[in-house]
């Protein structure tokens, strides 16, 4: 994930309609889910020309579009944006769209990557969760994708999915980082976990959001944006990748903190820290 100008989840902003009908200045809500439609269906039709390879994930300072493969690690909101679109407005142009850039991530459940989550989850997992029809294909797609995830991530250990790296499917290879944003890759495994894969899943996710809570989270609540570990699960360092220093906060980061956090506990009702309760405490 790098800084560069209008990040591709901005589009996904403007799906958010409810909120901004009933903002100060009045935006009604289907102008706005007009407007959505209207720039999706130009990223699709004009700029991806209907390629299901071909993703995008920001735009230049002057609002191109840069192309990518399905690498990217924001491949799996194209269609995830077309899914929602589908659940918002019921016309099937969306739904044909979602299963058309869905099927271009498939391979991406058995790829080397710490964006694995946001790939498949929101990708086939949207798709599952709003097309009854799709789930015995997409189904197995989500757990090889959790499967993918924890081989080549989880190092237990530490108690963590690894961070980065992504040429080394090898969770006990060093530096073993761990961003603040493996948060949100979390929901990939405790979906499997709720759906057939295995019972331990649930576990690797837990140790993990506690584990990030010991270290990356501070007193006061914001984040240190990545912690690397020793392989005994002792801390070496801490750093930033994208913020301003250390010792602040990645705004971003903060978001996926909240997000992941609040999600662990919709899958699980468990407080922070319950893996760990003598050793991981919560802030005051």
């Known amino acids: 994930m790098k800084n560069t100008p209008v990040l591709f989840v901005s589009l996904g902003l403007t799906l958010a309609g409810p909120l901004l009908a009933t903002s100060a200045i009045e935006i009604r809500y289907d102008k706005v889910l007009r407007h959505a439609e209207a720039r999706s269906e130009t990223l699709a039709e004009d700029i991806l020309q209907n390629n299901r390879e071909r993703f995008a994930d920001y735009t230049t300072s002057s609002g191109v579009w840069n192309r990518k493969s399905d690498g990217t690690w ?12 589908y659940e918002m407005t019921g016309k099937d142009d969306w739904r044909a769209r979602a299963m058309h850039w869905t099927e271009g991530v498939r391979s991406r459940a058995t790829a080397t990557d710490n964006d694995t989550g946001f790939q498949i989850h929101d990708s086939f997992g949207h798709g599952y969760e ?31 999915f690894r961070s980065w790296d992504q040429s080394i499917a090898n969770p ?32 690797h996710a837990i140790t993990h959001a506690d584990k990030t809570w ?30 301003w220093t250390t010792d602040s906060t990645w705004t971003r980061g903060q978001a996926w903190a909240v997000y992941g956090y609040t999600m662990v506990y919709r899958y699980t009702g468990l407080p922070a820290c319950s893996s760990a309760p003598g050793r991981c405490t919560m802030p005051s």
């Open 74 to 85: 924001t491949s799996g909101f194209l269609p995830g944006i077309f899914w929602h679109l």
């Open 214 to 243: 010991e270290h990356n989270v501070r007193e006061d609540g914001t984040t240190y944006h990545v912690v690397a570990y020793h392989l005994d699960g002792t801390v070496d360092y801490k750093r930033t990748h994208q913020g």
């Open 130 to 160: 709003l097309d009854a029809g799709l789930r015995e294909d997409y189904k197995p797609v989500l757990l090889t994708g959790a499967e993918t995830l924890v081989e080549e991530r989880f190092n237990e250990t530490i108690g963590c």
């Open 172 to 203: 006990t290879d060093l530096p073993f980082e761990v961003n603040i944003d493996q948060m949100m890759n979390l929901e990939l495994v405790l979906w499997a976990s709720a759906n057939g894969g295995p019972a331990d899943y649930e576990d």
